[in-house]
């Protein structure tokens, strides 16, 4: 059976990072099977897609988004036969499964890039980027997104090859026939094995401006402060970008109803609209990286959520995440993980699952997964972090100085393993884990909050049930309230006569109301057990209300 058409706009997808999900072998990390183990999990949360990280054989210097063979599924997280029965069970459930897709740069292990390096007249050599250096230097000054020269010199020709993220990442060259017609082929067999749709990995950078010209250089914009970096909007939205992803719809991924997802960088609201415009028939939606890598506070947050509505408005549909793969856990940076952690965690949820857009969730935010602090760098495992490490020890701070600045900063914090139990490794897997468990896994896993009904992830459970039997916190229009407020985030959800007033207090302290919001509403939903008289006009820490408005 064919799905509706836009069953992305009315569900929740949940994003699974798949190493740390659920190991079902012993082998210390995340698989398919293990997914297969936790289906009833999820559908019991009541989400209907699920976003699966890349599981294909790789080398894993980035956690698979280095891909050796698209084909394929790695020994480590299972098989084919694996994925095919993962989908079937799924479906049954009424779940969807959504493939991550890596296509701007390949694993220097891919076959394509092995014969590619071999000779400057070999078939595939410009399936990749290679320059000759210049003045014996690289052949222009991009950086790598992770840091140093975006350059590598390669003994066997040479020549350069372009990587915008690690050097064992490098870039594609999307000009060449070759490269479109093999991937596009990839995709539909994927389509063919059922998949339902997929995530797109930085998917705007992958045409390249032409010539490769210099980059303006300007201070501290990066993720590392203090160092010189490239006017990195250079690297997107390139000529015969929205050409390209047209193509990809119209002739792949159109014909199977397959729904898209893009990550999208270096992007204003004002321009990424273009990429969802159903006119254009381009992507379905694209996530927004600026919300997921500010953490400044609140403020931040929802001044971009409404610039993304507005821009969208009439034009596209939206998204709404405040945490991924690739960010520190949100509970760590926008909540408080001490004292206030259950209460600001429900208040995330309460936000993320009533804003306009479909809500992204990432795994363990439903527990309140928090930080971690490891010890010292041999505890880590991102490759990026190691980068980022490398590259501010040899700035000259000091090796303790630069880890303490990163830690808090680490990718990894939201990529240790998922807390199903309080026994060992969180019931994670019955080895050794490939990264360690956060220690807190006693106190915070899914076995103990499936038995408290005032839990994290009950509210999650009513939030997702509720959301999706109210329209008009789907389709309704936006209205942005006390919109100065650095603590609270208001606003107003309508459709069709029907309404709902939200109002979040992000922060530790007791916030007062706007005059004209005291008393407005009827309570349906909050994370207080109560709400005494004398409470209405102010919120207490972390509070959370979903009102109705008749
Ligand atoms: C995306 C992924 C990230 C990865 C990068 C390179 O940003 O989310 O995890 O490192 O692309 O593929």
């Known amino acids: 059976m064919k799905a509706a058409p836009h069953w992305w706009k009315e569900t929740i997808f949940y994003e699974i990072f798949l190493r740390s999900f659920k190991d079902s072998d012993g082998n210390g990390t995340g698989d398919l099977r293990g997914i297969l183990e936790k289906l009833d999990y999820l559908k019991d949360l009541g989400v209907g897609a699920l976003w699966i990280t890349p599981f294909y054989p790789s080398p894993l210097h980035d956690a698979g988004y280095d891909v050796a063979d698209y084909d394929d599924v790695h020994p480590e997280f299972g098989t084919l036969g694996d994925f095919r029965e993962l989908v079937a069970e799924a479906h049954k459930r009424d779940l969807k499964i959504i493939l991550d897709l890596v296509l701007n740069h390949t694993s220097e292990e891919h076959p394509w890039f092995r014969e590619s390096r071999r000779a400057k007249d070999d078939p595939k050599r410009d399936y990749y980027i290679w320059r000759p250096g210049k003045d014996g230097k690289e052949p222009n000054n991009w950086m790598s997104l992770v840091g140093g020269s975006a350059w590598e010199y390669d003994e066997a020709t040479g020549e350069y090859y372009l990587h915008l993220f690690s050097k064992h990442q490098p870039d594609l060259n999307w000009n060449h026939p070759m490269v479109k017609q093999g991937t596009f082929d990839m995709v539909r067999r994927w389509l063919e094995r059922g998949a339902d749709g997929f995530r797109l990995d930085v998917i705007n950078l992958l045409m390249k401006p032409p010539g490769l010209p210099d980059g303006v250089y300007r201070e501290g914009s990066g993720k590392i402060d203090g ?11 390139n000529p015969g970008m929205h050409e390209l992803l047209h193509e990809l719809r119209r002739d792949v991924l159109e014909p199977y109803g397959a729904a898209t997802v893009g990550e999208v960088h270096f992007t204003p609201a004002s321009e990424a609209w273009k990429y969802v415009d159903p006119r254009r028939r381009e992507l379905d939606m694209i996530v927004q990286v600026d919300i997921l890598f500010d953490r400044t506070g609140p403020k931040f947050v929802k001044d971009r959520v409404k610039e993304w509505f507005l821009a969208f408005q009439g034009r596209g549909w939206n998204t709404m995440a405040l945490g991924n793969h690739d960010t520190p856990r949100m509970l760590s940076t926008l909540g408080n993980d001490g ?3 259950t209460l600001s965690a429900k208040a995330l949820a309460a936000h993320i ?10 795994q363990g935010d439903e527990l309140g997964m928090t930080n971690v602090a490891f010890g010292s760098m041999d505890d880590y495992r991102d490759i990026e972090m190691r980068r980022f490490y490398e590259q501010l020890v040899r700035q000259g701070k000091p090796p303790e100085e630069a880890f303490a600045w990163l830690r808090p900063r680490s ?4 990529r240790t393993p ?9 019931g994670f897997t019955a080895g050794t884990p490939w990264i360690g468990v956060n220690p807190n896994f006693r106190e915070i896993n ?3 909050q499936a038995r408290d009904p005032d839990s994290i992830l009950a509210f999650y459970r009513r939030l997702i049930a509720f959301r999706k039997a109210n329209p008009a916190l789907i389709h309704g229009s936006f209205y942005p309230l006390m919109e100065d407020d650095e603590r609270v985030v208001a606003y ?6 029907r309404g709902f007033l939200i109002l979040i207090n992000y922060s530790d302290q007791v916030s007062p109301l706007e005059a004209g919001l005291v008393g407005k509403g009827r309570l349906l939903i909050g994370n207080y057990p109560d709400l005494p008289q004398e409470c209405a006009a102010r919120l207490r820490p972390w ?3 979903i009102l109705a408005l008749e």
């Open 418 to 426: 998922m807390q199903w139990t309080a026994e060992g490794n969180a």
């Open 492 to 497: 107003r959800r309508l459709w069709e006569g």
């Open 543 to 545: 509070e959370a209300r």
């Open 339 to 341: 004292p206030w952690r």
């Open 446 to 448: 899914a076995a103990a």
């Open 353 to 362: 699952l009533t804003s306009p857009g479909t809500p992204f969730l990432y």
């Open 227 to 237: 160092r010189y970096v490239l006017d990195y909007p250079l690297y997107a939205n």
């Open 411 to 414: 990718r990894d914090n939201a």
